[in-house]
């Protein structure tokens, strides 16, 4: 089977609640990314035959097929098309997994891959919420099959992280300790310059916004411990969840002949792709069983991997992740993860596939393991192997 490979692969900062992006049309953010991806590629522009990518809440700013017009707004070829998708949060990473079955099946030889979201914009499960004016209490409760499935338990991921929390008997201080290893690392990375080749810089009326906006400096334990729980009777608290945020991340996935063609240099090998599904009600737990599947498919363990990115969508995600799959914290998130460095829905699929690569160029890992857990229940899970 023909191969795919990781040429390239660039995000902007990612910007906070509130932020220096929030002003930033969701197709000019997406079009940073196509820019500084085609520059620092060197690829003509005109090669590329398709460009897909991530989004969620599709609606507003972000309607109309947003990897279209992203494309569009950079100024590049009518000539090539753009297709959105949305797997929920796992929507750039399906984006990923869609340029290298591509690419894979022989079908196509360069594709853009990516994902973009300004949560400040068009707010998270703005789509889901719209359907009270079609007179639906939720997109679920007007169905027939689906009430008489699930009956009328809460489709909400607030809801379906608490129930982690529960069934693998996690507690508020472990979530806590957790979430404060996760700003540390992140603003361990950021101070060591380690975002910085990642990151393609955007001025923003006239400031260049260089670096990721949602760490914070100077959490505590003793200051996440004053919050409120999210659900009466929870333990969750905003500390333990990822952030609102905004940001774009895109990459070049090519097949062997258009590296030749091209002359160009790949980074990593795509060396498996996969995605599956668990309880749409618990909803955040599938990373579990897509893990434990990709390892059965390739014979790999984890001992196999040198380093995971596992979206931090809320702590226990990650912690429940880690007792099942018995992962060292060490290799898990080593740079911090969403709880610090913001959860832009529709582009952090690519967001930490970049960062993934990235870590491992620096560090000299070989394997590469990224999953996250998406709405409906699902998860998707992708390997890389580090060339070079």
């Known amino acids: ?222 200051k996440m411990a004053e919050l409120n729980v999210l659900m009466e009777g929870g333990s969750m608290t905003a500390a333990v969840a990822s952030q609102i945020s905004d940001g774009a991340a895109a990459l070049l996935v090519v097949s062997e002949r258009a590296l030749e063609q091209y002359g160009l240099t790949p980074r990593a090998r795509i060396h498996h792709l996969s995605v599956r599904g668990a309880s749409p009600i618990e909803m955040l737990s599938a990373p579990i069983p897509a893990t434990q599947y990709a390892f059965a498919k390739t014979g790999l363990s984890i001992d196999d991997i040198d380093a995971v990115e596992i979206n931090e969508a809320f702590a226990p995600v990650v912690l429940s992740w880690m007792k099942d799959i018995k992962a060292d914290h060490a290799k898990v998130n080593p740079n911090g993860g969403a709880i610090a460095l913001g959860h832009p829905l529709g582009a952090t699929g690519a967001r930490l596939m970049t960062t993934l690569l990235h870590h491992l160029e620096r560090t000299g890992g070989r394997y590469g393991l990224q999953t996250m857990c998406e709405g409906g229940g699902q998860a998707n899970v992708t390997i890389i192997e580090r060339l070079g």
């Not at 290893?181 to 009326?205: C, M, Q, T, W």
Request: with cysteine.
């Open 1 to 222: 089977m023909p191969e795919a490979y990781i040429v390239e692969a660039v995000r902007t900062p990612v910007g906070r609640k509130k932020g220096s992006l929030a002003g930033v049309h969701p197709a000019d953010l997406g079009a940073h990314v196509l820019t500084a991806l085609v520059e620092r590629s060197g690829i003509d522009p005109d090669v590329v035959e398709d460009v897909v990518f991530g989004c969620v809440d599709a609606i507003g700013p972000q309607a109309g097929d947003i990897a279209r017009t992203a494309w569009l707004a950079a100024g590049y070829s009518e000539a090539v098309p753009g297709v959105t998708i949305d797997r929920q949060c796992g929507s750039s990473q399906q984006a990923i997994h869609f340029a290298a079955q591509a690419v894979m099946s022989g079908t196509s030889d360069v594709i853009v891959a990516g994902g973009v979201q300004n949560m400040n914009q068009i707010p998270i499960s703005a789509a889901m919420t719209s359907a009270k004016q079609f007179g639906f209490e939720d997109p679920f409760s007007g169905s027939k099959g689906w009430v008489a499935r699930y009956g009328n338990e809460p489709v909400d991921q607030f809801y379906g992280a608490e129930l982690i929390a529960k069934r693998w008997g996690i507690a508020r201080r472990e979530m806590e300790e957790f979430a404060l290893a996760s700003h540390e690392r992140a603003l361990h990375a950021i101070d060591n310059g380690y975002f910085e080749k990642e990151i393609a810089p955007i001025d923003v009326d006239g400031t260049l916004v260089t670096t990721d906006e949602p760490p914070r400096r100077g959490t505590t334990l003793e």
